[in-house]
């Protein structure tokens, strides 16, 4: 029997480990979800290099907890595909990212791609994002994962979750995209295909 396996990415720099909060409240709802309340102290298996820009890869499943350490390299985000997909479901950040990783491979000669459920944005294949219009800036009610960047935004009040129908990209002036990784990321130059 194969076991489902979870992870959460989390940002350290030079040792220091950001937004825990954030991540240890995910991780202890996705147990709630699956039926136990025996959650670990995350931070207790996090030991980052004390020199650089690390990605912790923590994997776990209902029985263990597993970090990785890799370096860091932002990857250049100038361009989104808009691909449908009406059924894909990714609500817990799973290893299993099949479905994510189908619609990437029809990117064309995008950076990345931006996934529309029911003619409604959701997120690209690695980060939230959020649209600015009039002083305001919203992010997709109903993303495909509720990211812990994107709930400290909207916790903050920076954020203000709402449904972006597809059509009305053109109505925004800017773009951000979020992530544990590159946080607020507004991206000045981006083109949608």
Request: proline share 3%.
């Amino acid at each position: 029997m194969i076991k489902t396996s979870f992870l959460e990415t989390i940002k350290a720099l030079d040792g220091e480990v950001f937004n825990i909060f954030y991540h240890q409240k995910r991780y202890e709802s996705v147990l709630h979800s699956l039926g136990t309340t025996n959650y670990k102290n995350l931070i207790e298996y996090i030991t980052p290099p004390l020199d650089g820009l690390y990605r912790c890869r923590l994997l776990y499943t209902l029985e263990s907890v597993e970090v990785r350490y890799h370096p860091y390299i932002k990857k250049e985000v100038h361009s989104l595909k808009l691909l449908h997909d009406n059924l894909i479901d990714y609500s817990k950040k799973a290893t299993n990212r099949k479905a994510i990783d189908r619609l990437y491979e029809k990117k064309e000669n995008c950076d990345d791609i931006l996934i529309i459920k029911n003619a409604l944005v959701c997120d690209t294949s690695i980060a939230n994002i959020a649209f600015y219009k009039e002083g305001i800036w919203y992010t997709p009610a109903s993303p495909l994962l509720e990211g812990t960047t994107r709930q400290r935004y909207i916790d903050k009040g920076i954020l203000i979750p709402k449904d972006i129908d597809v059509d009305t990209l053109g109505e925004y002036t800017k773009v951000a995209l979020l992530n544990a990784m590159i946080d607020f990321d507004i991206i000045t130059d981006m083109s949608f295909e």
